[in-house]
């Protein structure tokens, strides 16, 4: 080995400790500056106020956290953002099932893979879809309402909050499991036109996510909630229960909303991120706030069993999607 080489060799041994001492350092520090959430919707709904909870929750751990509200496209808007944006920590995405699971495998052209492009950190709260039939339908229960659907072939129709939401793949989902090919899909462009439809009466049934609107209806008596689809029932509205009792084992459909960031984020940033949410999700203040909204925190949840759940949930909605032949541009 020539003198030059073994003196450059001998430099590069020297200055390696100083230079990884100054890289843990600079990662040490983080964060610097405020943490910009991105919330792929726009106010309302159970996203933005669930983004506003965990951003306050972490303020004495990470420091101010800004919520940015990017919608479009069904929350795919702001997931590109994030995919694109720098790996440095300070812009994470809020993602819910609609961007992670079912635009990816429903669009013609993806603009993200979120499997490829993201980094989870956590899933941070369940938000069920919930059965939802207007009072004058003679059906008091689930198996009620299924048979019937069947009793009254080609006459019914299910609203839901858009072409490719959660509420229509679900919606389809129960068509594949109960054997009702001909249960009309009726998009609408939201929740509110869409409930106040079923409760004029221009659609019979409805898939909405259970929140704390749905429930004062349904507890009023101008809406009738059948079943919830998670596969157990809901602290908030503990006397519907759940689609797996009405001997739906697989009618599961639930908003998973998760905590996502770039894929080349370092790995003690997202430990770091990780913990400061796990401590959240124990806090009983969360759990109060999130379950007066429907929704409710995914407790002990880590960046490993979050990365499982998106490959379980991607695999579990595809064949759904492909089956309905369902095309996002």
């Excluded at 009792?245 to 894929?263: I, T």
């Excluded at 770091?272 to 999700?281: D, G, I, M, N, P």
């Excluded at 064949?319 to 541009?329: A, E, F, Q, R």
Aim: aromatic share 6%; glycine share 10%; hydrophobic share 45%.
């Amino acid at each position: 080995m020539k003198r030059r080489e073994i003196v450059r060799l001998g430099a590069a041994v020297l200055f390696a400790p100083m230079f990884f001492a100054r890289t843990v350092a600079a990662q040490s520090k983080y964060p610097e500056r405020p943490i910009k959430l991105i919330v792929p919707f726009p106010p309302g709904g159970i996203n933005d106020p669930l983004g506003r909870i965990w951003a306050e929750k972490v303020k004495p751990m990470l420091g101010t956290v800004v919520v940015e509200n990017q919608g479009g496209a069904g929350g795919a808007l702001g997931a590109a953002a994030v995919a694109r944006a720098r790996p440095d920590g300070y812009t994470i995405l809020l993602g819910g099932s609609g961007a992670m699971f079912i635009y990816p495998a429903a669009a013609s052209r993806p603009t993200y893979d979120p499997v490829r492009d993201f980094k989870p950190i956590a899933i941070l709260a369940v938000a069920p879809l919930c059965f939802v039939v207007r009072p004058s339908l003679p059906a008091r229960n689930l198996n009620e309402f299924i048979d019937y659907a069947k009793a009254n072939p080609g006459k019914l129709s299910y609203g839901s909050t858009g072409v490719g939401s959660l509420p229509h793949v679900g919606g389809e989902l129960f068509k594949i499991l109960v054997k009702t090919p001909d249960l009309t899909h009726v998009p609408y462009k939201g929740a509110g036109p869409m409930l106040t439809d079923l409760m004029g009466g221009q659609i019979p049934f409805a898939l909405p996510a259970l929140t704390a609107q749905v429930m004062s209806l349904h507890r009023s008596g101008k809406l009738r909630m059948l079943a919830v689809s998670t596969a157990r029932r809901n602290d908030a509205a503990p006397e519907i229960p759940a689609a797996t009792e009405s001997g739906l084992p697989g009618m599961v459909a639930q908003n998973l909303l998760g905590l996502y960031v770039p894929a080349r984020t370092p790995q003690a940033i997202i430990e770091q991120l990780a913990q400061a949410t796990r401590k959240v999700a124990a806090d009983p203040d969360f759990h109060k706030q999130l379950s007066a909204s429907g929704a409710e925190p995914f407790v002990d949840s880590t960046p490993e069993k979050a990365r499982q759940i998106v490959a379980d949930e991607i695999a579990r909605y595809t064949p759904v999607i492909k089956s309905i032949g369902l095309k996002l541009d």
